[in-house]
């Protein structure tokens, strides 16, 4: 009975939203409320809740211990992380206190414990946009991920604080923890691409990171991440994140299914929770300014911001620990920032083309290292996106082409750079790039982003700028394909359809060659 009305109500919710242009996950968020309403009505055993916040749980570190695989823990040192994080938390809590103590009947301590708890983005929601935009990696995904993290480790810090408890001695030997790293590489190494890949994660995860911190006094989030980020550098790490995937998205559900089960908002829920909306706007305008401040481009800072303008599952975390009497507020308002969050993550990359004329305003003469404009020099062949058919690309022409190659993600541009080929630093999207592009000799682009919306904005400034030349891309949809080259593409190729052809190719002239 339970799960036929859980999973029953996520899914219809879910398609019913999607329907109307909003991400499955806000269809979530409203089943909860529905079953929260309807629970005596259909007798619901008293236990589900505490079993749905359990899926919840394993869901929450999942997404973390995957979000660690694809962690650069140096990243969290850089100035735009720790600097903004710290910047960022300081400053929230400053503003939102005044906000909360006069306009509600609270005490200086709720006041500010209310403040601490909005103070945080969500981790799980910002993660999840990302990743299913392929940007978690990208570099305004690096420092919103990085950001987050910050923040995750200040709300186990007030949370312990909160709490009067102390990690355990044991403790002391997460420090050690580096040590294991060529045992868990040859256990990921031994596991095979199957079943094994799988049960090992989910033992990392939720066992050995999860519960093991737990043992020593430690929250089971960090330890997810932790484990998670201990196996980033392995080359088998996207492998194990792709086999986890599926298990995530369905834990994840439960999370967001758990903030409308935890109760129904009552009048003043509903008045806080408004009040607390109309803040978003300042969070996200301080986060913007923070980033410019630290030398990001309008761009980078308007993507990271927008990643960031929400409030926080951790938020209900701390709330649960000193605030309990405010968690259905604070509930509401977590459910109504994800509702406003997610359509405008949806529609980030058009809106920053709307808005980049005055956006470009606030930029600082000097830019961040990883930003740095470069020239296409003499290549008469520019690659845009270097995964695996970009790469492939590159490796088919270099012999015949002259050919300069661009990705968003620096560490994959610094790993491209030590085999040496031709490849700078650049996001397609970015409008300064734009500006400052002399195509030179080019002839011929290869668009081979992962995100469909980049591949479209390309071909469109492309064109835009003067470009003449030949625009190939691929797509994994028809209908993509007919928008890219609506966009501005001569043609389009549909991978797995031209991996088909590719494959009949190779039979036919295997065929041919033993008649002759």
């Excluded at 994660?201 to 006094?217: K, S, Y």
């Excluded at 484990?227 to 999370?255: C, D, N, P």
């Excluded at 003067?466 to 028809?478: L, Q, T, Y």
């Amino acid at each position: 009975m339970l799960e036929a009305v859980w999973i029953g109500f996520a899914f219809s919710l879910g398609l019913l939203v999607r329907a109307i242009g909003l991400p499955p996950l806000v269809g979530y968020l409203l089943a909860g409320f529905v079953i929260s309403a309807t629970a005596s009505e259909m007798s619901l055993p008293p236990e589900g809740p505490s079993i749905i916040h359990h899926i919840a749980h394993l869901g929450v570190l999942l997404l973390l211990f995957t979000v660690g695989l694809k962690l650069n823990v140096r990243s969290l040192g850089k100035p735009e992380v720790l600097g903004g994080s710290m910047l960022h938390f300081a400053l929230s809590i400053i503003l939102t206190l005044p906000a909360v103590l006069f306009i509600f009947e609270v005490s200086w301590y709720q006041a500010l414990m209310l403040a601490v708890a909005l103070a945080f983005s969500s981790t799980v929601l910002a993660a999840k946009v990302l990743e299913g935009k392929r940007e978690i990696r990208a570099f305004h995904g690096r420092v919103a991920i990085g950001i987050l993290i910050m923040q995750d480790l200040l709300a186990l810090l007030v949370m312990s604080l909160a709490n009067g408890t102390t990690p355990s001695p044991w403790a002391l030997l997460v420090f050690a923890l580096p040590l294991l790293r060529p045992l868990l590489y040859k256990l990921l190494d031994a596991s095979g691409h199957e079943d094994l890949l799988i049960l090992f994660g989910l033992l990392l995860a939720l066992v050995i990171g999860g519960q093991g911190f737990e043992l020593v006094g430690l929250s089971s989030e960090l330890g997810a991440l932790v484990f998670g980020a201990m196996l980033a550098k392995h080359a088998r790490a996207g492998e194990l994140s792709k086999s986890l995937w599926s298990i995530k998205e369905f834990f994840l559900v439960g999370f967001f299914l758990q903030i409308g089960i935890d109760g129904l908002p009552d009048a003043n829920a509903w008045l806080f929770a408004g009040v607390m909306s109309l803040l978003l706007p300042v969070k996200a305008l301080l986060f913007f300014l923070l980033l410019i401040l630290f030398k990001l481009r309008a761009r980078s800072a308007f993507l990271t911001s927008i990643s960031l303008t929400n409030y926080s599952e951790f938020g209900l975390i701390v709330a649960s620990v000193v605030l309990p009497e405010w968690l259905i507020p604070l509930a509401l308002t977590v459910a109504i920032s994800f509702v406003i969050s997610a359509p405008l993550n949806r529609m980030a990359h058009p809106l920053y083309e709307k808005l980049c004329q005055h956006l470009l305003k606030f930029e600082r003469n000097i830019h961040h290292p990883d930003e740095q404009p470069v020239s296409l020099g003499d290549a008469d062949v520019l690659i845009m996106g270097m995964g695996r058919t970009g790469t492939s690309a590159y490796n088919y022409l270099q012999t015949s082409r002259n050919i300069i190659a661009m990705d968003s993600d620096p560490a994959k541009v610094a790993a491209h750079q030590k085999k040496g080929i031709n490849i700078f630093y650049a996001d397609a999207e970015d409008q300064v790039f734009w500006q400052g592009l002399d195509f030179g000799k080019v002839e011929a682009v290869i668009l081979s982003m992962n995100d469909v919306e980049a591949k479209m904005i390309a071909a469109s400034k492309l064109r835009n700028a003067g470009f003449n030349g030949f625009i190939v891309s691929h797509s994994m949809h028809d209908d993509e394909a007919r928008d890219i080259i609506a966009a501005g593409a001569d043609q389009t190729y549909l991978t797995m359809s031209e991996a088909g052809v590719g494959i009949a190719e190779h039979v036919k002239q295997h065929c041919f060659a033993l008649k002759v």
